[in-house]
């Protein structure tokens, strides 16, 4: 089962490293992960898309936490979360295909950020699951390059990861 | 100008952290970038630097005065090559959890990244087997870091923890003064257990049935052994102990069914599969411990695993009664509610279990040919044990002779067996034996190793002659790597590839050539009178190199096969 786990760690030199180094040495899958400082500026926010058995789950929170780098870690599924992603997409915009895409990116509540002769780029927010489904609404042609920043989660409401 | 009268150099503030450490022995090897550490070694008084041949023996003897003491060990090695070398070592004492700071140098910080002379990343070559790493960026964090370093290898769940200092922060000048404290957010280890779930498991072990201890590594590094030997001894309970757990309960007293595992014996195998309660303590459930998950599993077993380390508990085996706490902490609160609880073990159900435990016990798991005239490897480790008297500081290699050691010499007491169980590296026996003599220098070391473990660190025998360590190596030649023919035996067809140990050193010279004394002894009759010799007072000095020659044809039994369950054994009598 796929799971989001968010942990904070000390913004040092490395501490990337740790946890990636951990995820391939220990063989668990890395869907995604993002990390960038929060509003403290000794630590980090990581988020990790990763897919596993329960047991395997358990081990990689473990595992985690074993990391002296590692400050709190919290597995979104335990709970109630909001999970979001950005994603960019440049597609072919020519003849009748400008006004196709422009209802798509609509409908999914996308943003047309670049224009140009032959090409948009599309700006779209949600959950992976959503990013997916608009790539598959989308005629493989037509799409000429794509990017993601694979997921960000936050716990809902009064469910707060902080030291 | 700045003022320099109340400033000193990196490499003296290093030096002087470790003094504040309490450190007594430095192993290690001068290069170019640890050049300003040694010259300020060379003029400080409170530890000693013990120079070896090869940096991974500074590692191995680090890592063996830690065990023998309880004490962190510490190396320093220089950067590139000498940092690489250590990594054997550091991994070798990352998989047994033993507390180590390892301090080396690293190129100018200008050159980093540059491919200067003698570059490694060595932060990054060390983190898959390092408990922490740092890499030393400002002169102002040397004494923090090392404080920290200190502090993470020793709490919690032990381990190695490398310090890499670039050269130019060695040379700079800075105040020292070293923190009283350290305290660290993102690290806590846990160290009491939680009381409800040791009460559950109290009330568990008294209405056992069919109970079973099984204590390992962990109960000998949070020397726990008196806890442990109180509480098995009032709850009348069988024990057995791991590889890296013996001496952690007497090997020698009737409640302690010997070792268990791959070679463990038959009556520890049989009770840890058919016990109604197991009650794990400080052991990991490891492949070579219990073999394959899926047959150890039992519906009808309840498990209760003590663990200082999380990660350790539901990693192979899911368990009933997690315990997350120091291991020494857990166990006396333990002993404290026995203590005071009305409620007694069932004695009929005891009786019972100790009758079937005698009854596998009846196959004499151990026994062995006694009757040739080639001198039996395991005659060899029985007789050290007598005339020793059993009080010996014993190291290994990796092999038959390692498990041999591990089933005849038995352990009465903790950090007297140093051996390396989770890497299980060649090589260290030597090295570990130094270690251990540094830290004990009246007692009696011997190392049990094989003809071609031994040659993996021999250079050793230098270092060995420079600190007058008197040394007892103990070898078992049978001019094969005996463990790697015993399964070709096995599992290929007798099909002996590359297994054989060609054009042998002399040893008895050789010993000589360092400086020491050799024997070889090829006859059975002599295996005592060689050994009596080896550690009269006559010898007392000098370290003795003895050369057994030994059945080439003798294999390891019982013998859980790799994938197999416990309860599968192979012995001897079978084949």
């Given amino acids: 089962m796929k799971h989001i786990i968010s942990l904070l760690m000390e913004n040092e030199a490395g501490a990337l490293s740790r946890v990636a180094g951990l995820f391939s040495a220990r063989a668990y899958n890395i869907e995604s992960l993002t990390v960038a400082p929060t509003e403290d500026a000794t630590l980090s926010r990581m988020t990790i898309v990763t897919s596993g058995s329960e047991e395997v789950i358990e081990q990689i929170i473990k595992q985690l936490n074993k990391l002296i780098d590692v400050v709190k870690v919290l597995d979104l599924n335990d709970g109630r979360f909001i999970e979001r992603e950005l994603m960019l ?27 140009a002769d032959s090409s948009y780029t599309i700006e779209l927010t949600g959950a992976g699951s959503k990013l997916d489904a608009f790539l598959e609404a989308l005629d493989k042609t037509v799409i000429l390059e794509t990017v993601r920043t694979g997921a960000s989660g936050i716990g809902r409401g009064d469910r707060i990861l902080k030291v | ?95 047994d959890s033993i507390p180590l700071v390892v301090i080396s140098g690293q190129v100018p910080t200008p050159a ?120 098995t001894r009032k709850l009348g309970y069988p024990i057995t102990n791991t590889l890296m757990g013996l001496g952690g309960y007497p090997g020698t007293d009737p409640q302690h069914l010997g070792m268990l595992g791959m070679h463990g014996t038959y009556e520890a195998n049989m009770a840890m599969q058919d016990c109604d309660v197991l009650i794990a303590i400080g052991a990991r459930f490891d492949d070579r411990v219990i073999g394959n998950t899926e047959h150890f599993f039992r519906k009808d077993r309840t498990i209760i695993h003590v663990d200082v380390d999380p990660s350790s508990i539901s990693k192979r085996v899911k368990v009933d009664i997690p315990i997350v706490g120091h291991v020494q902490s857990v166990l006396a609160e333990m002993n404290e509610l026995l203590e005071a609880d009305t409620k007694k073990p069932d004695t009929a159900a005891l009786t019972a279990w100790w009758k079937q435990i005698e009854a596998w016990r009846e196959k004499k798991c151990l026994t062995y040919d006694l009757s040739t005239d080639i001198i039996k490897p395991q005659f060899v480790v029985e007789k050290l044990w007598e005339v020793t008297g059993g009080d010996a500081f014993v190291t290994s290699d ?20 140093i051996n390396s169980g989770g890497l299980g590296t060649m090589g260290v026996g030597l090295p570990y034996a130094m270690g251990v003599q540094l830290a004990h220098p ?20 230098s270092t060995c002659k420079q600190f007058h360590l008197p040394v007892k190596v103990i070898t078992l030649n049978n001019r094969y790597m005996g463990m790697v023919r015993q399964w070709q035996e096995f599992f290929y067809g007798n099909r002996y590839s590359e297994s054989y140990m060609d054009a042998l050193p002399d040893f008895v010279k050789l010993a000589e050539a360092y400086g020491h004394v050799g024997m070889r002894i090829e006859k059975p009759s002599d295996v005592e009178p060689a050994l009596k010799e080896a550690f009269s ?39």
């Avoid at chain 2, 038959?400 to 010499?409: D, S």
């Avoid at chain 2, 020659?549 to 001897?572: H, Y």
Wanted: proline fraction near 4%.
């Fill in chain 1, 89 to 115: 997409v440049k597609v072919k915009a020519t003849g009748t295909l400008r006004e196709e895409m422009k209802r798509m990116c609509d409908i999914f509540r996308g943003r047309i950020i670049d224009v």
């Fill in chain 2, 1 to 95: 100008m700045e003022d320099r009268t109340t400033q000193i150099t990196g490499a003296e503030i290093l030096i002087r952290c470790l003094q504040e450490e309490n450190v007594k022995f430095v192993f290690g090897y001068p290069g170019g970038a640890v050049l300003n550490i040694y010259d300020a070694i060379f003029s400080q008084t409170h530890f000693k630097h013990v120079l070896v041949r090869h940096e991974q023996a500074a590692v191995h003897a680090a890592d063996a005065y830690s065990r023998a003491t309880g004490e962190v060990g510490v190396a320093l090695v220089t950067s590139g090559p000498g940092a690489t070398n250590a990594v054997t070592g550091i991994a070798t004492a990352y998989m």
């Fill in chain 2, 112 to 231: 980093i990244g540059m491919d200067a002379f003698q570059e490694v990343d060595m932060v990054g070559v060390t983190r898959p087997c390092v408990k922490h790493n740092f890499l030393i960026k400002d002169i102002n964090d040397v004494a923090m870091t090392i404080k920290k370093a200190f502090y993470i290898a020793s709490t919690g769940r032990p381990g190695p923890v490398v310090v890499d200092i670039p050269k130019d922060i060695t040379a700079q000048f800075a105040k020292f003064s070293y923190p009283k404290t350290v305290e660290m957010r993102s690290y806590n280890p846990i160290l009491k257990g939680h009381t409800g779930q040791i009460k559950k498991a109290v009330n568990l072990i008294l209405n056992a049935k069919r109970p079973m201890l099984y204590t390992g590594g962990g109960v000998v590094l949070g020397d726990a052994a008196d806890q442990l030997v109180k509480l």
């Fill in chain 2, 398 to 417: 990796v092999g038959q002779h390692q498990m041999w050691a591990a089933q005849y010499y038995k352990f009465d007491k903790p950090r007297r067996w």
């Fill in chain 2, 442 to 461: 009246e007692a009696q070391v011997a190392c049990i190793t094989g003809e071609a473990s031994i040659q993996m660190c021999i250079q050793e025998l």
């Fill in chain 2, 537 to 575: 007072p006559k010898l007392k000095e000098r370290l003795v190199f003895m050369d057994f020659l030994t059945d080439q044809k003798e294999n390891v039994f019982p013998m859980v096969p790799n994938g197999k369950g416990l309860s599968e054994m192979i012995l001897s009598e079978e084949l």
